[in-house]
């Protein structure tokens, strides 16, 4: 048989290699467009939350252009709407109705608030204060021709509801008027009385009050209006680190916990601001002006500074018992989870009366104690472990509120901070 002309084999090679280039091409194209449609996904998700979210331009505009009608003043206004020395960075809010920003005012760095209006309601899914009415609502109080005498009552008023009836609220008042009185000439003005009777309203202002010769809340710098500047707190959360969602989901919850040992300081550090939280437990547990709540206890709410000072980063969910409990007895529920308050505050349901009652069932330490739990026992020296690890424990068995088990309260507490500081007061550390 003759031989073809034209092998076979030869054209067989090139019609092989072309299929397969086309078949690599194509699912070239094909993931390049996957990458091309997941990313403009994300970015378009991430814009739209942040456009959603982050609405610093909007509050300051509201806020200047009360300040300019005379509505309200501070000691920030002047700065913020006029010299423009104090402006709004990194956008840092989680809820619309709060704006939160990195900020600059001059040559202070700090943490800028402000309150975004809205209609005025309670919601135990939200924060325990009553959220801004409507302009001018929002600023209405005190009305013209009100006498310092007679703010200085609304003041008492205001936080007798607040943290009940304390011998010495006559006290907390005249700080208040004394905070009041932003630019220090001895009179208070209506604008002023109005920006510091709107800021009252919220708890994080009014703890930063009753702490302020304290140091375990930041101190505040500045206002106008709602809007105010706390100093910048230089380390948080407590511990751990935040990723972005997309890698979240392809890290293993065990190398997730690793990974937030790994960035924490030293453990004589550690123990410092372990100190620290149980001091601030200890001050806000029959204080001079009552009890409060800690509601949310998780790492992100606290921090500390360059001195490994314990600061409290969002103290919004620190509130008043006196204000939990009124506002508790009202919610209606049918199990015990319907009365639960932030993530932290927890009370049984009444199902004969389907009402939340008013005590909860974990005081704060043994909260505090379970968000140090993993934070102190790592790396602790091996002739304290094993006393830490029991003491951590008995706090966190704590049940019932602070006030049906005192003693063994204030012994669990005294008894955490002296094993702490004997450790590491005979050390630079400390």
Not at 34 to 49: P, Q
Not at 134 to 140: G, H, I, L, S, T
Not at 313 to 338: G, H, N, S
Not at 373 to 399: F, H, M, T, V, W
Request: aromatic residues 10%; glycine residues 6%; negative net charge.
């Amino acid at each position: 048989m003759a031989k073809s002309p034209f092998p076979w084999g030869v054209l067989r090679k090139p019609l092989y290699v072309q299929a397969r280039f086309s078949y690599l091409h194509m699912k070239y194209l094909f993931f390049s467009w996957l990458a091309v449609f997941v990313g403009s996904w994300i970015v378009y998700v991430e814009y739209s939350s942040y456009t959603e979210l982050c609405r610093g331009h909007d509050c300051k505009n509201s806020i200047c252009d009360k300040y300019r009608k005379g509505v309200i003043d501070g000691s920030a206004c002047s700065s913020l709407c006029e010299k423009e020395t104090l402006y709004l960075e990194k956008c840092f809010t989680a809820k619309p109705n709060s704006q939160v920003y990195s900020g600059n005012w001059g040559d202070l760095q700090g943490v800028i608030k402000c309150q975004m209006e809205e209609a005025p309601h309670y919601d135990l899914g939200g924060e325990m204060e009553p959220r801004k009415e409507a302009v001018p609502a929002a600023f209405n109080k005190p009305t013209k021709g009100t006498s310092v005498e007679k703010f200085r009552e609304m003041i008492i008023s205001h936080l007798e509801a607040k943290v009940g009836d304390q011998a010495n609220l006559a006290d907390l008042a005249t700080q208040v008027l004394s905070f009041t009185d932003s630019n220090k000439d001895g009179h208070i003005s209506l604008p002023e009385a109005r920006s510091t009777w709107a800021l009252l309203q919220l708890n994080e202002f009014l703890l930063a009050l009753v702490l302020q010769e304290r140091d375990h809340t930041p101190k505040l710098l500045g206002f106008c209006g709602d809007l105010y500047m706390m100093e910048k707190v230089s380390y948080s959360p407590l511990y751990g680190i935040s990723l972005p969602w997309i890698i979240e989901l392809w890290i293993p919850a065990g190398l997730r916990r690793s990974m937030e040992q790994w960035f924490t300081p030293s453990w004589p550090h550690k123990a410092k601001i372990a100190i620290g939280l149980l001091e601030l437990v200890e001050d806000i547990f029959h204080g001079p002006y009552g009890s409060f709540l800690m509601c949310d206890v998780r790492t992100t709410t606290f921090g500390y500074n360059e001195r490994y000072d314990f600061k409290v980063m969002d103290a919004r969910y620190i509130i008043p018992e006196a204000t939990f409990q009124e506002r508790i007895r009202q919610q209606r529920c049918d199990v015990d989870m319907d009365c639960l308050y932030g993530t932290d505050c927890l009370t049984s349901c009444d199902l004969t009366k389907h009402r939340c009652t008013t005590e909860v069932t974990r005081p704060n330490l043994a909260k505090a104690c379970d968000t140090l739990k993993n934070y102190i026992l790592r790396g602790a020296p091996s002739d304290l472990s094993d006393e830490l690890e029991k003491q951590l424990y008995a706090c966190i068995a704590l049940k019932g509120s602070a006030e049906q088990m005192e003693i063994e309260h204030s012994l669990i507490l005294n008894n955490l901070k002296t094993l702490l500081w004997k450790k590491i007061s005979h050390t630079k550390d400390s």
